[in-house]
């Protein structure tokens, strides 16, 4: 069977609270930026390990955003680190970055071969708190790009605030004690009249 022809292996969907955990980013190009924007907005503690590093990387540094070690890899580099990152354009390097997380029990990702290492970045769409990840395990993720983008065409930004005044309701729900099932009925009810009420605002638009 051809390279990449096969299904992909099964993965687990999960939400990781990042927040002051280490995350290694090995490279300094336009994937490891990618990679690095992501990171830091899910409050992530993140290294940059580079021969070279694009502008919009050293200007994260100067401004003490990230820290970078300018030069090439060594396994020390992932020191303390919950997730590794590898995003070099060197495939051996990577390779290498992989084997050493492993032996270290590191998460990694591998940019330019998904199915090496341990998980994939989803193609993310952020409505307020509200997320929907798409991912094809690695398998073509520009597909999984065009799929984001088409749910965002019919999830707009209302939507983050239908999930706040459902959020609301159910802090209150829990504060007066009702039982899990009367919530669960309560507060699914309230969102399906939440999302009619935003169908019906849409069909009333020119």
Not at 42 to 71: F, L, Y
Not at 75 to 103: E, M, P, W
Not at 148 to 170: F, M, P, T, W
Request: charged residues 20%; aromatic residues 4%.
């Amino acid at each position: 069977m051809p390279p990449g022809g096969g299904k992909g292996m099964s993965t687990l969907a999960l939400n990781i609270r990042m927040h002051g955990k280490r995350a290694v980013i090995i490279g300094g190009g336009a994937v490891a930026l990618r990679k690095l924007r992501t990171l830091l907005a899910a409050g992530a503690s993140v290294r940059v390990v580079a021969v070279h590093s694009c502008p919009d990387i050293v200007d994260m540094e100067n401004s003490g955003v990230i820290d970078i070690k300018h030069g090439h890899y060594d396994a020390s580099d992932l020191d303390g680190a919950f997730l590794a990152i590898a995003a070099t354009d060197d495939f051996k390097v990577n390779q290498q970055v992989c084997a050493d997380a492993r032996t270290r029990s590191i998460l990694v990702s591998v940019a330019d071969n998904p199915g090496a290492g341990d998980c994939t970045f989803p193609a993310l769409l952020q409505q307020g708190d509200l997320e929907i990840a798409v991912s094809t395990s690695g398998r073509c993720p520009t597909f999984a790009v065009d799929v984001r983008n088409y749910i965002a065409k019919h999830i707009g930004h209302e939507y983050g605030v239908i999930l706040d005044q459902l959020s609301v309701e159910r802090e209150k729900l829990l504060t007066n004690g009702s039982s899990s099932t009367y919530n669960t009925r309560v507060l699914r009810s309230r969102a399906v009249d939440l999302l009619a009420e935003l169908t019906e605002r849409k069909d009333m638009l020119p």
